[in-house]
């Protein structure tokens, strides 16, 4: 069986933390961000394996992330010891961001582990994002392990 990737201690304390906030209300423009879900949503899980995935700030002044920031994320699977994940962005149905990357020690790109909210297509404004947490298999093609619906602020 393929060995689960950990969340950090600080990464972990961090994601405690948030969550705590966001259920006493603290942080009520995130609520807007969505639910995780596992195995890419309807239909359950699909696949052999499921994971979780969560976004980490890490410019934010406000506890949401705006246009031009920078955001991470904390997954976990035991699905694969090799996760990746793809984040999505589209304004009024146009896609104005993607971007993907590996999210496993080791990967030869780490600072592509990091997203910018910005892009040719994408100027400024808000936007609605997907992150997803997915497998690579054999074939070419890829399992969903789970998605992460992130609204971007202006």
Same mark, same amino acid.
């Given at each position: 069986m393929a060995a689960a990737t950990?969340? !950090?201690?600080?990464?972990?304390? !961090?994601? @405690?933390?948030?969550? !705590?906030?966001?259920? @006493?209300?603290?942080?009520?423009?995130a609520a807007h961000a969505g639910k995780p879900t596992a195995g890419g949503g309807k239909g359950g899980p699909k696949g052999s394996g499921s994971g979780t995935i969560s976004l980490v700030l890490l410019d934010s002044t406000d506890g949401v992330p705006h246009w031009g920031q920078h955001v991470r994320f904390d997954v976990s699977t035991t699905a694969t010891t090799e996760p990746h994940v793809s984040l999505k962005c589209s304004q009024g149905g146009t896609l104005v961001y993607s971007s993907q990357t590996g999210y496993y020690d080791g990967y030869p790109w780490p600072a592509t582990q990091t997203f910018t909210l910005s892009s040719a297509s994408w100027t400024g404004g808000a936007a609605d994002c997907t992150a997803r947490l997915y497998s690579l298999n054999n074939n070419g093609s890829s399992t969903t392990l789970a998605t992460l619906a992130v609204a971007v602020y202006a």
């Open positions: 950990r969340l !950090t201690r600080p990464a972990a304390l !961090t994601l @405690i933390a948030v969550l !705590t906030a966001l259920c @006493i209300g603290l942080l009520a423009p």
